[in-house]
Every structure is written in C-alpha cells, then in structure tokens.
C-alpha cells in the first residue's frame, strides 16, 4: 500500500464518529511517519495484533514478541515502564525479569494486587538490541501504542518508573532523582513518576534517604491516594 493510500486511510472524517473506527491490522499504517489517531483501536487485543506486525522503528525486524501489557485492562493504576528486556522479548510480558520481580514486591508491600489494581506496560514495545535505552525516533514511533493504551485502560493514576516514560510521554527533561514522589497533572490524569526497579537493584541499600527508602515513600504516597480516589 502507498503511503497516499495509507494516509487516506485516515481521513478525519472516519474519526467524527462517536465509535472506534474498525480497521484490518494489515490495513494500518507501519511507517512512523503516518500518525495513528486516537479511537483507532477498539480493544487491547487489535492494538497488540498491529503491535505484532509493526515496522514502525527498525526493533521490529529482531523481536521475538512485541511486549503489550499484562494486568487488568480497567485497572486504577497504570504502571509505565521503558522497554522490554530478554525475558521480556521471550514471554511477550512486561516485567518478568529481576525487575519485574522487584516490582511485584514492592507492589505487594502496599497491598495492590498486580493483577487487580495495576497494568504495567512500557514506552516501547520491542527489545532495543543489548537492553541499550530506546532513541527518541524509537519512542516517537511507539507512542501512539502507549496514548491508546492509556486511552483503553483510563487509569486514575499513571506510575512513569524510569526516565524514558516520563520524557517520552511528558516532554519531562529534569532527572527522576529530582522530581520522583511527587504528584503531577499531565493530560487531566494524575501522575508521579518512581525510580525503576532495575535502579533498585544497583543500589541495594535500604538506608533513609536511600532510593530503596525513597521508593517506599512513593509507593505508600500511591496507596494512600488510591484509597482516597476510591473512598
Ligand atoms: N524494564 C522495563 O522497563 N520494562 C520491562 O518490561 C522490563 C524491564
């Protein structure tokens, strides 16, 4: 198909509808240059069918699996995260590395339920080569994917662990040591952004003032806004 063809495919018009326009994965553009407007999508499931099939970056020509998300699809709480890893590429699930790991204890420390109150999922959806952090061509191609999973999900709080998510979806350029913790309005949705477990790995130490100690803070923050959310 021609990127004419491809272009015309979404007319604006199609998106004046009040209900998702219905498109063939096949049909929907893999060049990053066409955008993906939002309503494109209709469910989690044709979003990973074109995930599947993207060409939209170059990580698309050595994935195993494209990592979409796991977790509940109407959960409260979003959890955003860079890129998937080898287990990752392997399992086609986000978060199921030494990280991933982490992540479900500190989840737990604050009873939520990973599969109940959480989707966790990532910037980028396919393996950069050797775990190296996604090019901003790379997470401009893949951004679309991550605006209809917000979209789909419509968590009342988002969780950027890591940089990449942050500035990627945010524009966001301070550091995450600076502004971790707390909360911020981004698109009319809560947000805070919390250091990425693999950090946490490195940097073992449970010491006040230690990003360990750091991260309990955040994450008890979370738990007690959810609980106010829903009271
Ligand atoms: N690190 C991430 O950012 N995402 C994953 O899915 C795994 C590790």
Request: hydrophobic residues 35%; contains cysteine; proline residues 6%.
């Amino acid at each position: 198909m021609s990127e004419v063809e491809q272009y015309s495919l979404f007319d604006q018009s199609a998106f004046n509808q009040s209900k998702p326009v219905q498109f063939q994965a096949e049909q929907i553009p893999t060049d990053a240059k066409i955008p993906i407007p939002s309503g494109t999508y209709d469910s989690m499931e044709s979003l990973a069918v074109h995930c599947n099939s993207c060409q939209r970056c170059e990580l698309g020509a050595k994935r195993i699996n494209a990592v979409v998300g796991r977790g509940n699809l109407n959960a409260p709480i979003m959890v955003i995260g860079e890129a998937p890893g080898q287990n990752e590429d392997e399992t086609g699930k986000p978060f199921v590395g030494k990280a991933g790991q982490l992540l479900e204890k500190i989840i737990a420390a604050v009873k939520l339920d990973s599969d109940q109150d959480i989707y966790i999922c990532n910037m980028v959806k396919c393996r950069p080569p050797g775990n190296r952090t996604p090019t901003t061509q790379e997470v401009e191609a893949c951004k679309p994917y991550l605006l209809e999973q917000i979209r789909l999900v419509d968590p009342k709080i988002i969780l950027f662990t890591g940089a990449t998510a942050l500035k990627g979806l945010t524009g966001e350029k301070r550091g995450i040591t600076k502004i971790r913790g707390e909360w911020r309005e981004w698109e009319g949705r809560l947000c805070m952004a919390i250091f990425h477990p693999a950090y946490l790995l490195r940097n073992p130490s449970r010491q006040q003032g230690s990003p360990k100690w750091l991260m309990w803070q955040d994450i008890q923050k979370v738990r007690a806004k959810l609980d106010e959310l829903c009271s």
